[in-house]
């Protein structure tokens, strides 16, 4: 079982609401990443850190932000929830310094806008 | 960039026959190539992994097997059971350095009819 925590796990909020998905991971990992999946199954990489002050933009354009003041923590908020932001967010985090790092996910966060 | 296509997307077998998940990629300096595999409501979870160095790897029923000069590996699964029905998805591992991400597959969502 992977040491990585995300809540809420479902959440409904009203479209112009801020919100913020938390995640946690106790790994010690330095990389951490935020995937956005659809129900059409594909994985999306919207965001990842190589460790604290650090944040990238993944392979899909997000309107989210990111931030990790702390290795364990990498909260993803957004400014101004859309019906366009329904959609599962999935944390994961892996070390690095190693070729073949092996990415643990997160149960996922179930966002509706509404 | 890297680019992996895996094939077929939907996968329906008897309990006891064998399922393969085929998968290709573009990238010739990717050199790790994780399968994943999700329950309905859960992230993925890490099934089994094989690195470039190494062109078959068995884990009790699962298997995966690696052709670098064709660029495609493949994920098989004997005697099928049950629970062996969710989402699998192949990765490749971009690039050769650690600080890579793993490009995903769109996923295949696989069957067991008892």
């Known amino acids: 079982e992977a040491d990585i925590y995300q809540t809420p796990r479902y959440l409904v909020i009203g479209t112009g609401k801020k919100i913020t998905l938390e995640c946690s991971q106790t790994?010690?990992?330095?990389?951490m990443y935020w995937y956005q999946q659809d129900p059409g199954m594909e994985l999306h990489l919207i965001h990842y850190s190589y460790g604290v002050n650090s944040t990238e933009k993944g392979d899909l354009s997000s309107e989210s932000t990111v931030s990790r003041i702390r290795t364990e923590h990498f909260p993803l908020t957004l400014e101004s929830a859309r019906p366009s932001h329904t959609s599962q967010y999935l944390c994961?985090?892996?070390?690095?310094?190693?070729?073949?790092?092996?990415?643990?996910f997160g149960e996922g966060s179930w966002l509706t806008v509404v | 960039g890297e680019n992996v296509e895996q094939h077929p997307s939907t996968l329906s077998v008897q309990e006891g026959d064998s399922a393969v998940i085929k998968c290709t990629y573009s990238?010739?300096?990717?050199?790790?190539f994780p399968w994943y595999k999700q329950e309905l409501g859960k992230g993925p979870q890490l099934i089994i992994d094989i690195r470039s160095n190494v062109g078959e790897k068995k884990d009790q029923r699962i298997a995966v097997t690696l052709n670098k000069t064709a660029k495609h590996f493949s994920l098989h699964i004997t005697e099928t059971q049950p629970e062996d029905s969710a989402v699998y998805f192949c990765a490749a591992k971009r690039g050769g350095g650690s600080q890579g991400n793993l490009i995903f597959g769109k996923g295949t969502k696989l069957s067991v009819k008892p």
């Open positions: 990238d010739s300096a990717s050199n790790y």
């Open positions: 994961a985090s892996s070390e690095t310094g190693n070729p073949g790092n092996t990415i643990y």
């Open positions: 790994m010690g990992h330095d990389k």
